[in-house]
């Protein structure tokens, strides 16, 4: 099989990109998926999604991690996912789309995707850090000196330690200002640090309001990718029009023989 595929990248958390519409792509066969985002044998990526046809919305994304299994919602994926729905004329500047979680409004203009988050009203603070839910479960720590900070030891300790086989992603963040702060991702189903994750800087914003840390109703995320930013609202404990806002970009397409 002659596979046609688009890869993009948002704050450099890549994505192979496939147009599903007529379902061609063997959507169960795991080992597939997990070759082709391997870095050394296939395209390489840190997840797949393919783009289809759904009946209640624009269009449906479906998301792998890189390790083959189906996941639940990506941010930077999503983001990659309106781009990619907009070049192939599936949408305009601004969309409604069906992911894991459910339905997203989205826009873009000038390679910045705006993505709608779910809102967020359960966020467990825990001595030493919080975690809560944008999508995909986060775990968020405060350290010092994060960048040179060893998040794959860390990560990978507390993603099977603390919360088991299902896991939990896991995020190290620093104060860098009022409404700024940075962030490393160790992320499940890649099982390694990327260089930005979506769901983990909206959870990190999150957290970080949430525990006084910052009174900003935007706020700017530093990844090892990028800068992405975060918009929301707090209204009688809830977290509701959770924006993610950043690049979107498409780097290559190509084939390769499955």
């Given amino acids: 099989m002659t596979l046609s595929f688009y890869k993009y990248q948002g704050t450099g958390n890549d994505f192979v990109l496939i147009d599903n519409r007529q379902l061609q792509f063997p959507k169960n066969n795991t080992k597939l998926v997990a070759s082709l985002c391997d870095r050394k044998f296939g395209i390489g990526a840190d997840g797949l999604i393919l783009l289809e046809n759904d009946e209640l919305s624009d269009f449906k994304m479906v998301y792998y ?43 873009i ?43 794959y030891k860390e990560g990978k300790k507390l993603r099977y330690g603390l919360y088991g086989q299902t896991g939990s992603n896991v995020n190290f963040v620093e104060v860098l200002d009022d409404d700024t702060f940075a962030v490393r991702t160790y992320e ?24 006084g840390k910052t009174s900003a109703n935007r706020i700017k995320v530093n990844t090892q990718g990028g800068e992405l930013h975060v918009e929301l609202t707090k209204k009688d404990g809830v977290y509701s029009q959770i924006h993610l806002i950043g690049p979107a970009k498409q780097v290559f397409k190509g084939e390769i023989e499955c």
Avoid: W
């Avoid at 941010?75 to 996912?81: A, I, P, V, Y």
């Avoid at 988050?117 to 919080?130: A, F, H, L, T």
């Fill in 65 to 107: 991690n890189a390790d083959g299994r189906e996941g639940s919602l990506c941010g930077n994926g999503g983001r990659c996912t309106v781009a990619f729905a907009n070049f192939l004329g599936v949408i305009d500047k601004d969309t409604v789309f069906n992911a894991a979680d459910g339905k997203h409004h989205a826009t």
């Fill in 109 to 151: 203009a000038d390679g910045i995707v705006s993505l709608q988050m779910q809102d967020v009203s359960e966020i467990k603070e825990k001595p030493g850090y919080v975690f809560l839910d944008t999508g995909s479960p986060h775990h968020v720590q405060m350290v010092k000196g994060v960048q040179d900070f060893g998040v």
């Fill in 188 to 211: 499940r189903g890649v099982e390694d640090e990327t260089l930005s994750c979506g769901t983990g800087v909206t959870a990190v914003a999150i957290a970080m309001h949430n525990s």
